[in-house]
């Protein structure tokens, strides 16, 4: 069995837990989803104990721990892969933010879930005292020490899979190395998405404890792209967007559309073929409504999804006021847009890029490594302004040859990072065959 530091885990105890759990119990005055989290983890040992008795005695628990909806949407091929490779397992998804517990919920290749205890370690001890896993995974973040420590302890085989560490981390810092070098120790494997970040994770542990295997989001982002496509004959299949060079915007927020629309209002009077999908991150009507007065503004003439009757003919912007449909319009794009990285940080880009086109976004992008490939690969484009980002449209419709280089560099890139799920569960699945 490995050391873990128990000078760090001691500090850890008593100052960082007392202080995280305070910082909760005044946070959930104010903040509705800390609050959900709380409420709905209580008789949470009661619910797991209910789910152990439930569990056929031949069978392995495997407990994948995923902080949110967006992890979990990652982990959803490593699921199916588990499921073929080992017949008698039996897969508990954990999560932590409210948000994880709809889409999880009605996930068939999920056996069980539950929110993941906070990180006290009596409540560690608990947890896998009840449900005594064969291995704990972790998705992408949200690693917990005392659950490491806990499975380290009993010799329970822990995993981190896609596993980054972008250049600012706080985790490199020098308190952070400390407290991270004690528990990352404790892991049994430490499985990342590229060689950059396995470079940055030998600065904390060994290497011979570090494997590049990729990152099975590239493989779930392929299954959501076939999904799309099967379900596009009911989105916009009336031929109103043949012919047209289509600009699909998604995930935006007020910046982006500072950057977007102004550049596409220009170039439609130069081209006449361009046409705009507008799909807000948060449709909610005073966004809409104000959304919709911006383009007016531009000359432009909107109309939202919603209201659409006819065709296309007479309209230069559609305003998505649905959610859920977005990795459907993206099959209709010449090129994207994917906002968010004008605020807390760039939404999916892989989304768009599974289709093979140039990706656009804003410059907050360097906690998503996908979107740091794509701009080292010139399969994307960080832009600043709306001048530039026009500047980059303006020279696509002028030589097309620009256009299909940096599609088919989003692509290749795509393309090579395909197979990480496969590879992370036959890591896996040696450790749990020994």
């Known amino acids: 069995m490995k050391n873990f530091h128990p000078i760090w885990r001691l500090a850890y105890n008593a100052a960082i837990i007392p202080s995280l759990y305070l910082s909760l119990q005044v946070a959930r005055l104010f903040n509705k989803k800390v609050q959900a989290g709380i409420k709905e983890r209580e008789g949470l040992f009661e619910r797991l104990e209910e789910i152990r008795r439930q569990i056929p005695e031949n069978h392995s628990v495997i407990v994948i721990h995923c902080a949110s909806a967006g992890e979990f949407e990652a982990a959803r091929p490593l699921l199916d892969a588990f499921r073929k490779k080992i017949s008698n397992a039996w897969l508990h998804v954990t999560f932590y933010s409210p948000s994880g517990s709809k889409p999880i ?196 003439n909107p109309i939202r999804y919603s209201q659409l009757s006819g065709g296309l003919s007479h309209v230069d912007v559609l305003v998505i006021d649905k959610i859920g449909i977005l990795a459907v319009l993206y099959q209709y794009a010449w090129i994207a847009y994917v906002g968010g990285a004008f605020g807390d940080g760039v939404h999916s880009v892989l989304e768009p890029a599974v289709y093979g086109i140039p990706v656009f976004f804003g410059p907050e992008y360097y906690m998503a490594q996908e979107a740091i490939s794509l701009v080292q690969r010139q399969g994307g484009h960080s832009v600043t302004s709306s001048t530039e980002f026009e500047r980059f449209l303006d020279s696509y419709l002028k030589d097309k040859n620009i256009h299909q280089t940096d599609a088919d560099n989003s692509q290749r890139l795509v393309d090579r990072g395909l197979g990480a799920t496969e590879r992370i569960v036959n890591y896996i699945g040696d450790y749990l065959r020994k």
């Open 105 to 300: 919920s009605k996930a068939a290749e999920v056996d069980s879930y539950s929110y993941l205890p906070f990180d006290a370690f009596f409540a560690a001890k608990r947890f896998f005292d009840i449900l005594n896993p064969a291995a704990f995974i972790i998705v992408k973040h949200d690693i917990w020490p005392n659950l490491i420590w806990e499975a380290q302890r009993r010799s329970i085989p822990s995993f981190w899979i896609n596993a980054n560490l972008h250049r600012r981390t706080r985790r490199l810092s020098w308190f952070g190395k400390g407290l991270n070098r004690s528990f990352l120790k404790a892991l049994t494997g430490v499985l990342t998405v590229d060689d950059e970040h396995a470079i940055r994770f030998s600065e904390l542990i060994s290497p011979t404890n570090i494997d590049v295997l990729g990152d099975s989001r590239y493989d779930r982002t392929l299954q959501r792209m076939q999904s799309a496509r099967e379900k596009a004959g009911s989105i916009l299949a009336d031929g109103s967007l043949a012919g047209k060079k289509v600009i699909v915007a998604g995930s935006t927020w007020g910046p982006d559309h500072r950057i977007i629309i102004p550049a596409y209002a220009a170039l439609k009077k130069k081209y006449p073929d361009l046409f705009l999908i507008l799909v807000p991150h948060e449709p909610h009507e005073s966004f809409l409504s104000e959304t919709t007065q911006y383009l007016r503004g531009y000359g432009l």
